[in-house]
């Protein structure tokens, strides 16, 4: 079997996009060998493919990616491999190499407008490093993924290579019968709003979706996921009162996670326009709302406002007040068109789901086969 080396600079368990193209390269005859890290708080890992998961003595910074990437390099030069997929611009420098030292084919995957995420826009020297990474490399590529069609077209704008879309849809899920004592214990009662992702970060409007709370009456709010704003979500929390009204749970198993979708009667999105990354994003958790049909209740980013309004789904706002925000809460659950929401969400996963996404990978991988 050819064996593709997949490469990301996380810890594996929740990145489900990464996971969805392992699996659906095993289908078609690949053998996969996932490769990440490991931190001391990273959930058990199974999988049906191999995977490598690096203990580092840096978990952040400029030691880290140099750990991170002098380990990768290493890896991939001795490991056995017939095609190499590096997963962001973070684990891109070494597949190069290795794949120009061995004469191994590379594929990119670009999960997002790397150098225009927050953590970059405001730090130019350390922008200019990845950007330089990214302008070096990326005209040489030949085949390329990312998240969406604005994406495509400003690489292919920037740098004349061709880009595949490959949107971060949920598979079909089939739910089981949700257990009623599941339920009563996570809502009781109470209407139930959820905010989740492994990338809950700064100006992704969780600080305005907990302070929303202290505004609305026989309403919980779910936050599950991971992010650098968890410390201050509790914080919030804490000074609000709000111990009986919000719900930090940290990351959780997929599966698990789509029971507290599922049962949720409101999905966020929140993002807020202070870069283009968020800008053109397309979160995977809309699409996970989508199959669990649980209407949406999005911030006027370009990509999801548009897939909201088209297929009406739910709500946009142009606002980021927990008080507005709360007002349009209770306006969406008590909404005559929740109903129509619902029904048309019901539509929409049968038309977004990863089984027809996939497509796309089947013809760029099949001639590696």
């Not at 005209?139 to 704008?157: C, E, G, M, Q, R």
């Not at 968890?230 to 914080?235: E, T, V």
Request: aromatic share 10%; with cysteine; proline share 4%.
């Amino acid at each position: 079997m050819k064996t593709i080396i997949v490469s990301v600079t996380n810890d594996l368990v929740t990145d489900q996009r990464v996971h969805k193209v392992c699996t659906t390269l095993q289908e078609m005859g690949f053998s996969i060998h996932l490769v990440g890290r490991k931190l001391k708080q990273s959930l058990p890992l199974q999988r049906s493919y191999k995977t490598t998961r690096m203990k580092l003595l840096f978990t952040k910074g400029p030691l880290f990616y140099a750990e991170y990437n002098l380990r990768l390099f290493m890896l991939l030069l001795f490991a056995k491999k017939n095609v190499l997929l590096a997963n962001d611009l973070d684990t891109l420098f070494p597949n190069f190499l290795v794949s120009r030292l061995t004469n191994k084919p590379i594929v990119y995957d670009s999960h997002e407008l790397f150098t225009e995420v927050p953590e970059l826009i405001n730090r130019p020297k350390v922008q200019k490093i990845w950007l330089t990474i990214e302008q070096f490399i990326f005209p040489k590529l030949k085949d390329v993924f990312t998240v969406n069609s604005l994406i495509a077209t400003i690489y292919k704008d920037r740098y004349s290579v061709s880009v595949k879309i490959l949107r971060n849809i949920a598979p079909m899920f089939r739910f089981s019968e949700i257990d009623k004592v599941f339920v009563e214990k996570v809502k009781g009662t109470s209407k139930m709003i959820i905010l989740q992702g492994a990338g809950i970060n700064v100006d992704r409007g969780g600080e305005e979706a907990v302070e929303m709370m202290r505004y609305l009456d026989n309403v919980v709010l779910y936050v599950i996921g991971s992010g650098d704003v968890f410390p201050i979500l509790k914080d919030l929390v804490k000074k609000y009162k709000l111990e009986n009204k919000v719900f930090l749970l940290g990351r959780r198993p997929y599966d698990e996670l789509m029971q507290y979708t599922k049962i949720a009667d409101l999905g966020l999105s929140l993002d807020k326009n202070t870069n283009l990354n968020y800008e053109y994003s397309l979160p995977n958790k809309v699409f996970d709302y989508i199959q669990a049909e649980t209407p949406l209740l999005v911030s006027n980013r370009r990509v999801v406002a548009k897939l909201v309004v088209d297929e009406n789904i739910g709500k946009v706002i142009d606002y980021h007040s927990p008080k507005m925000m709360a007002d349009k809460v209770q306006e969406m659950l008590f909404s005559d068109e929740y109903l129509t929401w619902k029904a048309n969400l019901k539509t929409a996963a049968q038309k977004y789901n990863w089984e027809k996404e996939s497509k796309v990978i089947k013809e760029v991988y099949s001639k590696f086969l």
